[in-house]
């Protein structure tokens, strides 16, 4: 019985994980496997519809409790209603951000402790959790400035340099702490040599799921 296989992408603003995950898409595509497609905080129309108020550059007013119990909000119906069923069904989900981007934006960024991000994370995903994660990691300045390039920013991306680095540096440390889940990729690449280092990872995962 195929269980599937859940792959996430992380990284900070301006990293390159939507392009990388969308090669990744195309590459597995091509080998003929069907693969859901799907993103955070969002996937799901409720859990979009927090995604619009989470982001919206006019929420000045937010505080970090709502903030954070909002992404797991999200999470909880992404899990309920498209990744836990995609996976029930043998299927490849490749999404874009995950409980990661939780631990590093809301713990490293704001501030919550290990405990309550812990709690929050078991309630959200009812213990689905990625079988690798690709952290694409870059320099904050050159990803911020990367991001800044596509348009208006939204609501985290108008945090202060500092929060960014805590992002990064939250992102490291749990990759420290998770070496077997999780694969640091260097971003400062070209796109090719990012998307090779990814197959590659992507690739052993695969052969790891079909061994006996
Ligand atoms: P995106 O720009 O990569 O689509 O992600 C949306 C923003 O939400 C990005 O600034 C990171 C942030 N975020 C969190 O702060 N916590 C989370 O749990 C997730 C999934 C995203």
Not at 25 to 40: C, P
Not at 191 to 211: F, G, N, P, S, T
């Amino acid at each position: 019985m195929n269980t599937g296989l859940f792959i996430t992408f992380e990284g900070v603003e301006g990293c390159g994980k939507s392009t990388q995950l969308g090669r990744l898409q195309a590459w597995l595509e091509d080998q003929g496997h069907s693969v859901v497609v799907t993103r955070e905080p969002g996937g799901t129309p409720i859990a979009e519809a927090i995604r619009e108020i989470l982001l919206d550059p006019a929420h000045t007013a937010m505080g970090p409790e709502a903030e954070l119990l909002l992404y797991e909000a999200a999470r909880a119906q992404h899990i309920h209603e498209k990744i836990g069923p995609a996976l029930a069904e043998g299927q490849i989900v490749l999404c874009d951000r995950f409980a990661d981007s939780t631990t590093a934006y809301q713990g490293a960024g704001r501030g919550f402790g290990p405990e309550v991000l812990h709690e929050l994370h078991n309630m959200a995903t009812g213990g689905v959790w990625p079988d690798l994660t690709l952290l694409i990691d870059l320099d904050v300045r050159v990803g911020l400035e990367r991001a800044r390039n596509r348009g208006r920013k939204d609501r985290l991306e108008r945090e202060a340099i500092d929060f960014h680095q805590r992002v990064r540096d939250g992102f490291l440390a749990l990759a420290q702490s998770a070496p077997d889940r999780i694969a640091v990729i260097d971003g400062d690449n070209s796109e090719e040599i990012v998307a090779q280092a990814i197959q590659a990872r992507v690739e052993a995962a695969l052969a790891k799921r079909i061994a006996p």
